[in-house]
């Protein structure tokens, strides 16, 4: 498998514009997980999902962040409309059971710079 | 709710010891210890879910506590390769809210 696969790998945006981030999981897993990561928040857990179905989205900063996962292989966070304190780096993680007792897989992030 | 990491950052000399703390104000369900090099992803290291429970990797090992409160992350005879930061994420009985800690950023000097 290649992993969880992450696009775009970088993304810069003016204040104000729609922002789509893409996750494909690793097949077969689960759990699904998005991450932002600034360096004075570190990894904050935004939401995550259970067999597509949005479980806890408390991590969510504010109404203009949206999460959706309309089948198992894919996955998309939209910032609508963007600013610049959403500039960060975005993970998606998946995890074939339970993270309880299983690792995250982490993909390779999208760094997302707001103008 | 995120766990607290100690130290927030770490020089060593290759070959000396480094203990990264991990702590919760409550029992947790699991914990577990992730790495992280300069722009790449968070990679997995271990999983300890049992109180009293020590486990190791290579030269890295790590511990949890009885109360499973507090784990620890052990480097032994470090390795210009363990450069970067080290995470501790928590899972609280009841959920599958898999939480990190602030990070411990470790540098390995020659």
């Known amino acids: 498998d290649a992993g969880v696969i992450q696009s775009p790998r970088h993304e810069v945006t003016e204040m104000g514009q729609e922002v789509t981030l893409r996750c494909k999981p690793i097949?077969?897993?689960?759990?699904l997980f998005w991450y932002r990561q600034t360096m004075m928040r570190g990894l904050e857990l935004l939401i995550y999902f259970n067999n597509n179905v949005p479980i806890d989205d408390s991590g969510m900063p504010e109404d203009r962040f949206s999460a959706k996962m309309p089948n198992a292989s894919f996955s998309t966070l939209k910032i609508q409309p963007s600013e610049p304190r959403d500039s960060a780096v975005y993970f998606c993680a998946s995890s074939f059971e339970r993270t309880s007792w299983t690792e995250a897989f982490f993909g390779q992030g999208t760094r997302l710079t707001v103008v | 709710q995120q766990p607290v990491q100690s130290p927030q950052a770490v020089i060593l000399r290759e070959g000396e010891d480094a203990v990264i703390n991990c702590s919760s104000s409550k029992a947790l369900y699991s914990v577990h210890w992730y790495r992280q090099k300069h722009g790449e992803a968070p990679v997995f290291l271990m999983i300890?879910?049992?109180?009293?429970e020590q486990k190791g990797h290579e030269k890295i090992s790590a511990s949890f506590n009885e109360k499973k409160q507090q784990s620890s992350l052990y480097l032994t005879a470090s390795q210009l390769s363990y450069s970067g930061t080290y995470f501790c994420g928590s899972v609280n009985f009841g959920n599958e809210k898999l939480t990190f800690g602030t990070g411990t950023r470790l540098t390995i000097i020659p």
């Open positions: 097949s077969g897993h689960d759990y």
């Open positions: 300890l879910l049992k109180g009293g």
